[in-house]
Every structure is written in structure tokens, then in C-alpha cells.
């Protein structure tokens, strides 16, 4: 087993007297593809906003690259390279493509690299770099799911954790988002996936959390996951 | 004819100025949500550093400009941070309620200060005569340095990345902290920024009018008129509001007395919120 990137324990997190997450735990290996599976409103995307700061848990803890970042705002754990692409995509819709991308690299070590990250990203998706001036306003929803990844990746990521890739886009482009996402792995970027195709999901990922109403329920290598009966009940949702 | 046109040319290089002034509150609001109330008392603020470096220190006036830039930066982070910070993403009435507070605690202290009578800066600045009609040096002074601080406002929001944080903050502040910008500073850099604009503006008006530690309120006022000419939130809409101002203050001036220039801008204000909720000139967005 190589090196823990990532490792949650026992997270809690909940929004003004609802708690949502009641002790999610996981661990993602550097250079894997980690996927995070449940049923809607389980609670993935809570786990993601907390473990990245997008919002402050309750309780437990985050250690990224070994150090304990639980409480640290959410810049502060991008600037380190734990980075979010949020759900809904999140784009700063009235400006071009060139400056939310800028503003993906805003931390001084991604600014470092920002010549040759965008070149990077311009090979990974031509069609971003057609359209580097245009508003992001105007795209549609593959092109602002590539340009989310894009800016996602702009932050020079030691993991990119991504909160559902494929929703809403039409079966064309998820094929090739899924493509991205590989060859991403390949380059040895570790990632952290939110996705509700579970084929997909499991097919792309190597190791698979499953939880059920802000709990853990199931965990295991993806195809092991995969084979499991009780997979469809979470995602029935119990 | 001719002194309809004159009175309307000196409403539209004043209006310059109002639009500046107003362009400080919507780029708080635009970035944070917050309407600052104590947008007078900062304009108040402007004048009386004229006053003080002029009258106490003998500087030359427009050396007032830039040094009313930097101190309004600082005055505005350090409001900020007492008066704002815990009252973001809480309920409006909370920072209404708290920048108030600040806006009499600042006239409080004014009053204090300066008490409220009248001070005037003398500011020497050649007219310019155009067919017999005279513009006063002061007001084209403080209409052009108006739009050369507004020119510099875009370019700072546009071409600079400390000004994209600003606007990418202004659109999506989570997004904006998931990109690793440090979105509290960045706001309070912006409300900096929004009482630059506003206590500059009064500086320029203190060049051209008498003006007691109590004018805040009316020019408070005319930006609100101005930022719902222009569109709450939109810095280019508010000087295209300012100069509509102004432009509508010099029409009627020549035919009603001064009374009721107020009623004239205040039935338009109601006319507009009523009409245009967005604006007149809310094509873009900050
Ligand atoms: N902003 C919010 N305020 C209050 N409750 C919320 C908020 N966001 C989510 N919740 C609640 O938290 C629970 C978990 O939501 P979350 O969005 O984390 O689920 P999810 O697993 O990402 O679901 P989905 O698959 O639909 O994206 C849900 O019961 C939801 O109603
Ligand atoms: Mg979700």
C-alpha cells in the first residue's frame, strides 16, 4: 500500500440543527482514484464541503499529506493542493474562461505555474482554448464541467476531489470525461469522486466508500464493492 | 438658451463626482451585500482631510486626492474589520443596523471635532470661458479626476488579479475560497476600496462647495438615487447614473429654486425603483 494522501476520521458535520454526517472515515492512497458512493442525500457532498472547508465540521479530523488540516479555511487547504470542483459546477459565470482559470491558480504556488498549467489544460481540452475569451455564462454544460475540471486543476492538486462529474451531461461527453479523469490517474494525479453512475463509478475508481445517511456503510476495492448485493440497498437509500 | 446649456454642462461635471461617490457603495454592495450607511460620514471624512491639509498644512489641494485614496483604503479595512466582518452573510438589517452605528459614531465625533458650521477650502483653479459663459476651474478639475479615478477602478477590477478576486468573490465566494483566494481579506480589501471611492469623492467636493461635518447625509442620499439610476452593485452603472444626476440637477436648476432640487430627485428616485428595479444603465455587472 503506498502512502496515505488523505485520511478522514470520524467527520461530523450537519447545517444549523440538522447534523448530516455522524462519523465518516476514509482514506485515499496517492496516485488512486477513490470514489465516494450513497444514495442521494446521504451525504456525499456534505463530506466533500467538510473536508475541504467549504464548510466547518463538527468534529473528527482531516490529515492531508500528514498534517492536520481539519481547521484550516478552505484557501488554505487549496493552497496545499486539496482542491474541490464543486457540484453545480460553481463558475465565475461573468468572466471569460481565461480568468476563471486564472482565479484556479490564485495561490502563490500555483501561481508559479500558471504559463505551463494552462498550457496543460489547453492540450487536455482544446475547446477551452477556442473559447478562452468567452463569459463562461454562455457554455454548455460539458464545456463548464471541462472548464470546472480545468480550474480545478489550475490549483496544481495533489488530489482533486470531484462532486458528481457526470450529472446532467449527456452520455457523449461523460465518455469523455471519464477519459480525462484516466488519463489524469495516469499522470499520477490522485483523485476523490462523487458520482452518481455507479458503473461508472466503480469501473474508473480502485477502491470505493459507501455511506448511508451520513454514516458509513460499505467499503472496499471497487470491484469487490461492485459485486455486493447490499450496494443497490444503500443506493435505494435503505 | 445658452444658460440652460451652461447650467447643464456644470451639472454633468458635477454628477462626475456624485457618480464617484456612488461607485463606493455599489462595489460593497456588488461585492459583499452590504449597503454601508455610513457612506456619508466617510464622504465627510474626504472633506475634512481638504480641509486639514490644506488649511492646517498648507498642502496644495489635489495633493489631497491621492493621500484621501490611501487613508480611505486604510479608515475602510479598519471599519471593516470593527463594524462589518461579523455582520457578513448575516441578515441585512445587520449590517445596516452596525455601518449606522459607525456613521454616528463618525459624525459624533466630527461634531466634536469641527462642531457643524460651515468650513470652505479655497481651491485656485482657472476658469474657462467658452462663448461668454464661464465653467468654474474647480468643477472640470474635480469632473476629470473623477473619471481618471474611475478609469483606474476598472482597470484595477479587470486587468489586475487581486481586482478578478474581488469580482470572483463578488460572484461566487465559495468558489472563490475553493480556488485558494482568502475571500475575508479580500473583502475587506474591497470595502477599502468602496470608502477610497467615497471619501475621494468627498475631498472633490469639498473643492467646489462649503460643506459642514453634517453633509454627508445628502450626498449618502444622492448615491442612493445614483446607485438605483445605475443599478446597485454596478461601478460603470453608477458614473453613467452620477453624470445622469447631475445632468437632471442642472435642467432644473434654472427653473425652480433650490428647495426643491430634492423633491425632483427623490420623486425620481421612487419613479426609477418603481420602473427600472435593475437600473437604467444596469447592462453590466461588476
Ligand atoms: N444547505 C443546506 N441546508 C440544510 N440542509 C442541507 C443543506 N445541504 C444539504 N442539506 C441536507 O443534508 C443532507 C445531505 O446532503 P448532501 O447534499 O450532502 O447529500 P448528497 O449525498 O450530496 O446528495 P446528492 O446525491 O443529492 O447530491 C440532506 O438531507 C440534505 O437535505
Ligand atoms: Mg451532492
Not at chain 1, 479523469?181 to 469522486?193: D, N, R
Amino acid at each position: 500500500m503506498s502512502e496515505i494522501l488523505l485520511q478522514v476520521e470520524g467527520l461530523e458535520a450537519g447545517y444549523g440543527d440538522v447534523q448530516v454526517l455522524w462519523g465518516i472515515s476514509l482514506k485515499v492512497a496517492r496516485g488512486t482514484m477513490t470514489t465516494l458512493l450513497g444514495a442521494n442525500g446521504a451525504g456525499k457532498t456534505t463530506s466533500l464541503r467538510a473536508i475541504t472547508g467549504a464548510m466547518c465540521p463538527r468534529g473528527g479530523k482531516v490529515v492531508f499529506a500528514g498534517e492536520d488540516v481539519t481547521w484550516l479555511p478552505a484557501h488554505a487547504k487549496a493552497a496545499r493542493g486539496l482542491v474541490l470542483v464543486p457540484e453545480g459546477r460553481q463558475l465565475f459565470n461573468n468572466m471569460s474562461v481565461e480568468e476563471n482559470l486564472e482565479m484556479g491558480a490564485y495561490s502563490r504556488r500555483a501561481r508559479q505555474h500558471f504559463r505551463q498549467q494552462l498550457d496543460h489544460v489547453y492540450t487536455m481540452f482544446p475547446r477551452l482554448k477556442e473559447r478562452r475569451n468567452q463569459k463562461s455564462g454562455t457554455f454548455s454544460g460539458g464545456e463548464q464541467q471541462m472548464l470546472a475540471i480545468a480550474r480545478g486543476l489550475m490549483a496544481m492538486p495533489e488530489i482533486l476531489i470531484i462532486d458528481e462529474l457526470s450529472l446532467g451531461l449527456a452520455p457523449v461527453v461523460v465518455q469523455q470525461l471519464a477519459e480525462t479523469l484516466k488519463g489524469l490517474k495516469a499522470s499520477g494525479v490522485t483523485v476523490l469522486l462523487v458520482e452518481q453512475n455507479l458503473h461508472l463509478a466503480l469501473a474508473l475508481s480502485d477502491y470505493a466508500y459507501v455511506i448511508a445517511e451520513g454514516r458509513p456503510f460499505l467499503e472496499g476495492p471497487s470491484a469487490e464493492v461492485a459485486a455486493k448485493p447490499e450496494i443497490r440497498q444503500a443506493y435505494l437509500g435503505l | 438658451m445658452i444658460g440652460i446649456l451652461a447650467s447643464v454642462i456644470d451639472g454633468i461635471l458635477i454628477g462626475a463626482v456624485y457618480g464617484l461617490a456612488a461607485m463606493g457603495l455599489t462595489l460593497i454592495w456588488g461585492v459583499m451585500n452590504v449597503i454601508n450607511l455610513a457612506h456619508g460620514a466617510i464622504v465627510v471624512v474626504g472633506m475634512f482631510v481638504l480641509y486639514m491639509l490644506v488649511s492646517a498644512l498648507g498642502l496644495p489641494a489635489y495633493g489631497a486626492v491621492p493621500v484621501m485614496i490611501v487613508l480611505g483604503f486604510v479608515i475602510g479595512i479598519g471599519l471593516y474589520w470593527i463594524g462589518v466582518h461579523r455582520m457578513i452573510g448575516r441578515p441585512e438589517l445587520m449590517s445596516l443596523l452596525s455601518t449606522f452605528a459607525l456613521n454616528m459614531v463618525l459624525i459624533g465625533l466630527g461634531t466634536a471635532w469641527w462642531t457643524t458650521s460651515p468650513y470652505n477650502v479655497q481651491v485656485n483653479m482657472p476658469s474657462v470661458s467658452w462663448r461668454g459663459y464661464t465653467f468654474t476651474g474647480t468643477h472640470i478639475t474635480a469632473a476629470a479626476l473623477a473619471v481618471v479615478i474611475a478609469g483606474l477602478l476598472y482597470l484595477l477590477l479587470y486587468h489586475t488579479r487581486i481586482g478578478k478576486a474581488v469580482r470572483a468573490v463578488a460572484t461566487n465566494r465559495e468558489a472563490a475560497e475553493l480556488c485558494g483566494i482568502p475571500t475575508t481579506q479580500v473583502l475587506a480589501m474591497a470595502f477599502g476600496l468602496g470608502v477610497a471611492l467615497a471619501g475621494v469623492s468627498g475631498t472633490l467636493i469639498a473643492t467646489m462647495f462649503p460643506f459642514t461635518v453634517l453633509s454627508g447625509e445628502a450626498y449618502q442620499l444622492k448615491s442612493f438615487v445614483v446607485t438605483v439610476l445605475g443599478g446597485l452593485g454596478n461601478p460603470a452603472g453608477a458614473l453613467m447614473g452620477g453624470i445622469a444626476l447631475g445632468l437632471i440637477e442642472g435642467l432644473a436648476t434654472p427653473f425652480m429654486p433650490v428647495s426643491w432640487i430634492p423633491i425632483v430627485e427623490f420623486g425620481l428616485f421612487v419613479f426609477c425603483l418603481i420602473a427600472f428595479p435593475r437600473g437604467i444603465f444596469s447592462f453590466t455587472k461588476a
